[in-house]
T-cell receptor
Framework: NAGVTQTPKFQVLKTGQSMTLQCAQD?????MSWYRQDPGMGLRLIHY???????DQGEVPNGYNVSRSTTEDFPLRLLSAAPSQTSVYFC?????????????FGPGTRLTVT | LAKTTQPISMDSYEGQEVNITCSHN???????ITWYQQFPSQGPRFIIQ???TKVTNEVASLFIPADRKSSTLSLPRVSLSDTAVYYC?????????????FGTGTSLTVIP
């Protein structure tokens, strides 16, 4: 299994540009989520999904959109990039039930908005 | 959702046992307690989870008192490779609350 994969690893955007961060998992996990991590801080939940076709907002959803058309993929869209969105983005997945707590994280995407 | 409080940083010598305590005074009945480890430039990695009393796996032990308002992660005989940030999370996976909240974590430095 490849686990959780994220692309790209690095990205530089100009203010106002849009882009999609890709996340895929091959473990048939129901639950997927996106976090951002700013320097010296913990992770903050952006959006999450409990299954295909179901998404919900986390702690910091503004400026981001998600969709979940398949179990495997959970892309994160930045609609109009702002310097405040400069961060490292992590995707995670897990099974439901009590296995929900054992989340598998991807390697991260480091995004810089100038 | 219950918030957590952990020490910002800790130092330990190689070979010692390290105990990191997390406070979660507002823990709810359905909440589980989970600990993650994060190395620089990597995503967090699950270490251990528990609901009450004591849980042990090949990496760590988790001690949870009866009132569940705190928990202690115990790392036996740490090595330099255990230098990382450790996060305590409290949450539930009910239909209305499939969310985790990471705090700032505890930065553990293991000294030779």
């Amino acid at each position: 299994n490849a686990g959780v994969t994220q692309t790209p690893k690095f990205q530089v955007l100009k203010t106002g540009q849009s882009m999609t961060l890709q996340c895929a998992q091959d473990m048939n996990h129901e639950y997927m989520s996106w976090y951002r991590q700013d320097p010296g801080m913990g992770l903050r939940l952006i959006h999450y999904s409990v299954g295909a076709g179901i998404t919900d907002q986390g702690e910091v959803p503004n400026g981001y959109n998600v969709s979940r058309s398949t179990t495997e993929d959970f892309p994160l869209r930045l609609l109009s990039a702002a310097p405040s969105q400069t961060s490292v983005y992590f995707c995670a997945s897990s099974y439901g039930g009590t296995d929900f707590y054992e989340q598998y994280f991807g390697p991260g995407t480091r995004l810089t908005v100038t | 959702l219950a918030k957590t409080t952990q020490p910002i940083s800790m130092d330990s010598y190689e070979g010692q046992e390290v105990n990191i305590t997390c406070s979660h005074n507002n823990i709810a009945t359905n909440d589980y307690i989970t600990w993650y480890q994060q190395f620089p430039s990597q995503g967090p990695r699950f270490i251990i989870q528990g609901y009450k009393t004591k849980v042990t796996n090949e990496v760590a032990s988790l001690f949870i008192p009866a009132d569940r308002k705190s928990s202690t992660l115990s790392l036996p005989r740490v090595s330099l490779s255990d230098t990382a940030v450790y996060y305590c999370l409290v949450g539930d996976n009910t239909n209305t609350g499939n969310q985790f909240y990471f705090g700032t974590g505890t930065s553990l430095t293991v000294i030779p």
